[in-house]
């Protein structure tokens, strides 16, 4: 396996059309729908990141900024910001667009922690993540921040441990 893999070797991009069996009684995408597309598109690009079978460990906060309307074409983009031992973070963004107006809007933007597993389950090593972007780098710096936001949460690492969050909160 790579000790190391650029950002953009993983990248997924899924894209559907929002069809009335996907939608509520508002008749826009139910959000349940899309978290799925977005828990399956970021479990693609931390496959294709770590060559490995993954779990999904958890999702940050997800907002539905704008509703995503029946006939609209659903755009998702995975990307890794950064891997940790076994753990890899991946940003999804989500855009709607009417191609017809032609409209096109960021929708959703989350961030989504995947574990790499070997046969029996157990996390194994995955390569290190190589930003080349300044956008991939300012994803890169911040996701320790959340990382250890997210243990802090969990309650699997104590507030004082959490070294990034410290010149956050002035702790």
Do not use: W
Not at 127 to 132: H, K, R, W, Y
């Amino acid at each position: 396996m790579p000790k190391s893999k650029k950002v953009n070797e993983s990248i997924t991009i899924m894209t559907e059309m929002v069809m009335p069996n996907d939608t509520n009684t508002l008749g826009n995408l139910m959000g349940g729908n899309l978290m799925r597309m977005m828990d399956v598109v970021g479990a693609i690009c931390a496959q294709k990141h770590s060559n490995r079978i993954v779990v999904t460990a958890s999702v940050d906060n997800v907002s539905f900024v704008n509703p995503i309307p029946l006939g609209n074409v659903v755009t998702l983009e995975a990307k890794i910001t950064r891997s940790f031992t076994s753990s890899m973070e991946v940003v999804v963004t989500v855009f709607s667009e009417n191609i017809p107006a032609g409209i096109r809007m960021n929708t959703n933007q989350a961030f989504l922690t995947f574990v790499a597993v070997d046969q029996s389950g157990r996390p194994i090593e995955v390569p290190v993540s190589v930003p080349e972007t300044p956008e991939e780098v300012n994803f890169y710096e911040g996701a320790l921040r959340r990382r250890q936001l997210r243990l802090v949460l969990a309650g699997r690492m104590k507030p004082e441990e959490a070294t990034e969050l410290k010149a956050i909160f002035g702790m």
